[in-house]
């Protein structure tokens, strides 16, 4: 308890007491006050009941206006914290109205300063700016349980999206199994043609085939999976270790989903076989397109698939892949709508360089790599942003000028004298030729941008958007009215692709038809064209002739084989040009021996062993002038038989199929020829009774002839036919 000195202490309780009784008397003294103007006035103001003044035994009271005691009072401080002494520092006068400090002393503050009159916030907390900054117990509790609330959501929602993270991988929904991969036949691949290209452009995951003009053609792998046909791309590994970065990045291909952007359907680890399965696009590649004489791109077309690449690029830089890293014209594919999309991004673990790195298909494949990679050492797999937009840059130039990947003016360069004179990054840069002839001034600056020098110079896909959108606006934006404007267009192309075709075809089948005309007779080639079954046929009377040339063993033995066949090639020619003019049909030829017939399949009644006997005369005639090549003094020696009689004739086999005939006329002819004479024309009884009825034919008896498995048979030798003919 603090202390106050014994003097001044008696004076401060005397004052209280005095004080006490100045307050009695001064409420007595207004409670009679107030009775008096009770008993007076009804009505009164409260004002009337306030007394200005009394005499109390400390002497003269005095009240205010408001009925406040003035009254005289001192200001204690304990001056002295240690001892707790009090001590007066100032003393009111209730008649000057103010405080009077004494001398020498003064007021010990707790913060150095007396308190303010009113309080910061008010009296009963009530001002409006303490509300906004006071916080209460409640609002404080409120506040720590939405904070641990909103923690525990966090770390709820982690640990769920890390559990089913962990689940998607472990679920691997990209797996595909061999066995369920149904490969085409070559069949059925050699039907989806593209380009011309060199196989070694596209790598090993394209087939080809040669062409009847040389070029060679290249076509996507294609397989059906589940029904749905698709493009196979193999990998070259023989196993794919799946590690967590591979589980990573086939589950982005998976979640990466754009209609500019092939869709990934799956892939399969299965050794020996381990490929990736992507969306088929059947119109081909970019590349294919552009070498497409059948379709003409327009700028409204090449505008549209431009807008169709910056799409896609735009997207997947945005996306978790990043960037692409193989951009190139091959890489971009045309569905059947002639959208455009990107393929071959992203596993980039699962990309592998095929081929040997001096070899012109891997230079050929870096005609489109950006400076800065081709120089990097340890150049990354997934390539760069910038990198993609140089790569863009080339494939503008490509579309633009429609000669191929880096056209330039001048002196022709290899893939690898462009390619390492690109990497040097010396001035002059090497870049593609710029023809503003071919396109737009505004273009041609875009290109210049896209594949500058430095990386930095070179805009993003976004920017490259917008200054596209500036460019083709008076090819218009509308993407059904781009489609039907593609689709007429194509529908033209098509109609005289149609009709280019059709000619073609009718070209071949005249030239099939010929040619089986060639091999069967009119009559039977023309049944077989209209799809009815050639029956055998027998027929009554035909006269069949077999020729062959004397000493033709010996003759083949002293020639090589080339003269062999350059003989019988020219005396077959000759023969086949006289046999023209008969009504004959030639059956076959074997070595030296020639077989013709006449009668069939069309029958002309008697006139076939004159005709057969005319055509004998004109071959004989032909002979004595035929000279041989390697041989020109040796005359050529051809014997002929000719027999008349009844055969039965069909088409024999599937393949390479011959009108043959069968029957003993067949070997009774074959027997007139073998034992006839060199340049004599030996006939039968029965052809020589039916070339009578002619009376135009002279023949000569030869008498009767030992035929093998025949016996004895009259014959005669045709020696001419006399110029008063009766027939």
């Known amino acids: 308890m603090a202390s106050i000195s014994a003097g001044r202490?008696?004076?401060?309780?005397?004052?209280?007491?005095?004080?006490?009784?100045?307050?009695?008397?001064?409420?007595?003294?207004?409670?009679?006050?107030?009775?008096?103007?009770?008993?007076?006035?009804?009505?009164?103001?409260?004002?009337?009941?306030?007394?200005?003044?009394?005499?109390?035994?400390?002497?003269?009271?005095?009240?205010?206006?408001?009925?406040?005691?003035?009254?005289?009072?001192?200001?204690?401080?304990?001056?002295?914290?240690?001892?707790?002494?009090?001590?007066?520092?100032?003393?009111?006068?209730?008649?000057?109205k103010q405080m009077i400090p004494e001398p020498g002393?003064?007021?010990?503050?707790?913060?150095?300063?007396?308190?303010?009159?009113?309080?910061?916030?008010?009296?009963?907390?009530?001002?409006?700016?303490?509300?906004?900054?006071?916080?209460t117990m409640h609002q404080m509790i409120s506040i720590v349980v939405c904070f641990i609330f909103i923690i525990i959501v966090t770390i709820t929602v982690f640990i769920y999206r890390k559990v089913k993270l962990e689940n998607e991988l472990a679920a691997q929904l990209w797996r595909v199994h061999w066995e369920d991969i149904q490969i085409n036949n070559i069949e059925k691949a050699l039907r989806r043609t593209c380009s011309r290209l060199t196989l070694s452009v596209r790598g090993s995951n394209y087939g080809s085939l040669l062409t009847?003009?040389?070029?060679?053609?290249?076509?996507?792998?294609?397989?059906?999976?589940?029904g749905n046909i698709t493009a196979i791309k193999y990998i070259n590994k023989k196993r794919i270790e799946l590690t967590r970065k591979l589980l990573f990045e086939l589950k982005h291909m998976r979640d990466v989903q754009n209609e500019h952007l092939t869709r990934f359907i799956g892939a399969c680890i299965d050794p020996p076989n381990p490929c990736i399965l992507s969306e088929y696009c059947p119109r081909g590649s970019l590349q294919d397109l552009m070498e497409l004489e059948s379709i003409t791109l327009d700028w409204m077309f090449r505008y549209s698939l431009i807008n169709?690449?910056?799409?896609?690029?735009?997207?997947?830089?945005?996306?978790?892949?990043?960037?692409?890293?193989?951009?190139?014209?091959?890489?971009?594919?045309?569905?059947?709508?002639?959208?455009?999309?990107?393929?071959?991004?992203?596993?980039?673990?699962?990309?592998?360089?095929?081929?040997?790195?001096?070899?012109?298909a891997y230079y050929a494949r870096k005609l489109w790599t950006a400076p800065e990679l081709l120089r990097a050492e340890d150049r990354p797999v997934c390539g760069t942003q910038k990198g993609d937009v140089y790569s863009f840059g080339i494939i503008l130039q490509e579309l633009a000028l429609l000669k191929g990947v880096f056209y330039l003016d001048g002196p022709t360069l290899s893939p690898k004298q462009i390619v390492e004179r690109v990497a040097d990054g010396r001035w002059p840069y090497l870049r593609p030729l710029l023809c503003t002839q071919s396109h737009s001034e505004?273009?041609?600056?875009?290109?210049?941008?896209?594949?500058?020098?430095?990386?930095?110079?070179?805009?993003?896909?976004?920017?490259?958007?917008?200054?596209?959108?500036?460019?083709?606006?008076?090819?218009?934006?509308?993407?059904?009215?781009?489609?039907?404007?593609?689709?007429?267009?194509?529908?033209?192309?098509?109609?005289?692709?149609?009709?280019?075709?059709?000619?073609?075809?009718?070209?071949?089948?005249?030239?099939?038809?010929?040619?089986?005309?060639?091999?069967?007779?009119?009559?039977?080639?023309?049944?077989?064209?209209?799809?009815?079954?050639?029956?055998?046929?027998?027929?009554?009377?035909?006269?069949?002739?077999?020729?062959?040339?004397?000493?033709?063993?010996?003759?083949?033995?002293?020639?090589?084989?080339?003269?062999v066949v350059t003989l019988l090639n020219d005396l077959y020619t000759c023969f086949d040009a006289i046999i023209d003019?008969?009504?004959?049909?030639?059956?076959?030829?074997?070595?030296?021996?020639?077989?013709?017939?006449?009668?069939?399949?069309?029958?002309?009644?008697?006139?076939?062993?004159?005709?057969?006997?005319?055509?004998?005369l004109a071959l004989l005639k032909a002979v004595h002038t035929f000279r041989i090549r390697h041989r020109p003094d040796q005359q050529l020696r051809l014997r002929i038989g000719i027999h008349t009689g009844p055969v039965c004739a069909g088409v024999v086999g599937l393949k390479m199929p011959r009108y043959c005939l069968f029957g003993d006329t067949v070997n009774t002819a074959s027997r007139m020829e073998s034992n006839g004479e060199a340049l004599q024309i030996h006939v039968s009884e029965a052809t020589r009774m039916v070339l009578q009825e002619f009376n135009c034919f002279q023949l000569e008896l030869r008498g009767d002839v030992e035929m093998k498995g025949k016996g004895r048979m009259r014959t005669y030798w045709l020696l001419g036919e006399s110029t008063d003919e009766h027939a």
């Open 105 to 135: 002393m003064k007021v010990h503050w707790l913060k150095g300063a007396p308190p303010p009159d009113i309080p910061v916030c008010g009296f009963k907390n009530d001002n409006p700016s303490c509300l906004s900054r006071t916080v």
């Open 308 to 360: 169709d690449i910056v799409k896609g690029m735009s997207f997947l830089h945005n996306s978790v892949i990043g960037c692409h890293g193989n951009l190139k014209s091959s890489n971009c594919v045309v569905d059947s709508r002639f959208v455009l999309k990107i393929t071959d991004y992203g596993l980039v673990s699962y990309r592998n360089e095929s081929g040997s790195e001096d070899t012109h």
């Open 581 to 616: 003019n008969f009504d004959v049909y030639k059956v076959e030829t074997i070595g030296d021996a020639y077989m013709v017939v006449s009668g069939l399949p069309v029958r002309n009644g008697k006139l076939h062993a004159r005709e057969i006997a005319r055509m004998s």
């Open 442 to 563: 505004e273009l041609g600056q875009l290109m210049q941008r896209c594949w500058a020098e430095e990386p930095s110079d070179r805009p993003d896909f976004n920017q490259i958007k917008v200054m596209l959108r500036k460019q083709n606006r008076g090819y218009g934006s509308n993407i059904l009215d781009n489609l039907l404007s593609r689709m007429e267009q194509y529908a033209n192309n098509l109609e005289e692709l149609v009709e280019e075709r059709t000619q073609a075809y009718h070209e071949e089948k005249r030239k099939a038809e010929a040619l089986l005309y060639q091999i069967l007779p009119h009559s039977v080639a023309e049944q077989l064209k209209r799809g009815e079954t050639v029956q055998a046929e027998a027929f009554d009377s035909v006269t069949i002739y077999f020729s062959d040339i004397v000493g033709f063993t010996a003759l083949s033995a002293e020639s090589t084989p080339m003269q």
């Open 9 to 96: 202490q008696e004076r401060f309780i005397s004052g209280m007491l005095n004080t006490s009784h100045a307050d009695v008397l001064l409420y007595v003294r207004s409670l009679f006050v107030l009775l008096l103007y009770c008993l007076l006035i009804s009505e009164f103001h409260s004002e009337k009941m306030f007394i200005s003044f009394l005499t109390g035994v400390t002497g003269l009271v005095e009240m205010d206006e408001k009925g406040n005691r003035e009254i005289n009072f001192a200001l204690w401080d304990m001056t002295d914290t240690d001892s707790g002494v009090y001590q007066i520092v100032s003393v009111y006068n209730s008649s000057l």
């Open 212 to 226: 009847m003009e040389g070029n060679f053609q290249i076509y996507a792998k294609t397989c059906y999976y589940k």
